[in-house]
T-cell receptor, first 116, second 113 residues
């Protein structure tokens, strides 16, 4: 079974440019999460999709970040325009099951974003 | 907001030694999780703890969910070179939906032969 796949693995862009990150969750997983780790700090929650709906987007830093999950399959996270402080590793995770099931989260390998 | 304090930040140990790390929180969690991240990979779940006082082992790993529900520790016994990596604690706040985890800043473990 394929795991959570993220693309690209690395992205280097200049301040002001746009970048789109993609996440393919494990097939059949309704829950999809985006997390971010800024250099040396904790991994922080960004948002949670249940199928195509945003369940919780309280962790999104500001309106330069836009996440979508059309059709409830893969998800994209777009940063426009990118700022220096957006640099970090963006992780995607997915899990099966609904509320109360305490289903294990499976993480992708992450996208290392560097904004210069 | 809530904050998880994970310590130590890094550890340099010799092969065969035991490793211990811990996390504390200012708030109560109903689940504690321990993850390991290998270079170039995403975090992988090592141990999940669901009840206060619970002590769980996974091979050479042992973790406990503190009685106060505000802390947890992870021990690795007889370390080997493949134990190298970053270990993260994570807690599931009572008030948040499942999967909205709070992570510690990680403990970098380096094992020397």
């Amino acid at each position: 079974e394929a795991g959570v796949t993220q693309f690209p693995s690395h992205s280097v862009i200049e301040k002001g440019q746009t970048v789109t990150l993609r996440c393919d969750p494990i097939s059949g997983h309704d829950n999809l999460y985006w997390y971010r780790r800024v250099m040396g700090k904790e991994i922080k929650f960004l948002l949670h999709f249940v199928k195509e709906s945003k369940q919780d987007e309280s962790g999104m830093p500001n309106n330069r970040f836009l996440a979508e999950r059309t059709g409830g399959t893969y998800s994209t996270l777009k940063v426009q325009p990118a700022e220096l402080e957006d640099s970090g590793v963006y992780f995607c995770a997915s899990s099966q099951g609904g509320p109360g099931t305490n289903e294990k989260l499976f993480f992708g390998s992450g996208t290392q974003l560097s904004v210069l | 907001g809530q904050q998880l304090n994970q310590s130590p930040q890094s550890m340099f140990i010799q092969e065969g030694e035991d490793v211990s790390m811990n996390c504390t929180s200012s708030s109560i969690f109903n689940t504690w999780l321990w993850y390991k991240q290998d270079p170039g990979e995403g975090p992988v779940l090592l141990i999940a703890l669901y009840k206060a006082g619970e002590l769980t082992s996974n091979g050479r790993l042992t973790a406990q969910f503190g009685i106060t529900r505000k802390d947890s520790f992870l021990n690795i016994s007889a370390s080997i070179p493949s134990d190298v990596g970053i270990y993260f604690c994570a807690g599931q706040p009572i008030s948040d939906s499942w999967g909205k985890l709070q992570f510690g800043a990680g403990t970098q473990v380096v094992v020397t032969p």
